[in-house]
Each structure stands twice: as C-alpha cells, then as structure tokens.
C-alpha cells in the first residue's frame, strides 16, 4: 500500500500562509482522485480540495485554498492563504487508488495546522 507523508503544517497567524505538502512512498500512477481533507477540533472531516487524474478540481474555497499536483517530483500540494482560527485542524491527503476491479483509499498520517487569532 502507498503511504502518504505531509509536511507543511505549523502555527500562523491569521492572515497568513501555508503549504502543505504529499509526498507518495510509491507509485500513484493510475491514481482517480487526491485530496485533502481536514479535521476541526470537536468537528467532522471534511473535504477541503480534491484533484482528479484528469486535473479536475473541488474546493471548498477557491478563494482561499488552491490544490495543484506536481507531476515531475509526484507531490500534491495545498496552498493555503487568508487563514483564519476556523481553518485550525489536522489536515490529511489522500489518494483513491486502482485495486483490482476497485479502489482502495489511502491516507496520510496528518499535518497540524494551528491559526492564531
């Protein structure tokens, strides 16, 4: 199975930036969609940006967040900008990879992202 590693998290101020990384240990090749999703304190996760094998996009703020794959080095990134307390969590990527006749979703281990206010 792939496993997924981020980086990039950390403590920023509101107003401010981050990006976030996902580095894939192996191939995604064949991938059908890679994603980040998020996890407030006490709330559900949920998905923040996606991208498909087509560079087909979802975001939750396009105004805010931007997701974009660097098909050269194979990493996924999410830059984050205007952040607000609300936007403090753990942010995980995925990938939904071909298995046989299916998929099979993998995860990172997650990344802290902490805003100030």
């Known amino acids: 199975q792939v496993q997924l590693v981020e980086s990039g998290g950390g403590l920023v101020q509101a107003g401010g930036s981050l990006r976030l990384s996902c580095a894939p240990s192996?191939?995604?090749?064949?991938?059908?969609?890679m994603g980040w999703y998020r996890q407030t304190p006490g709330g559900p996760r949920e998905l923040v940006a996606s991208?498909?094998?087509?560079?087909r996009t979802t975001n939750v703020d396009e105004g805010r967040f931007a997701i974009s794959r660097d098909t050269d080095l194979n990493v996924l990134y999410l830059q984050m900008s205007d952040l607000r307390a609300e936007d403090t969590g753990v942010y995980y990527c995925?990938?939904?990879?071909?298995?046989?006749?299916?998929?099979?979703?993998?995860w990172g281990q997650g990344t802290q992202v902490t805003v100030s206010s």
């Open positions: 991208i498909t094998r087509a560079s």
């Open positions: 995925f990938a939904d990879l071909p298995v046989g006749l299916g998929t099979r979703r993998s």
């Open positions: 192996g191939s995604i090749w064949g991938f059908n969609v």
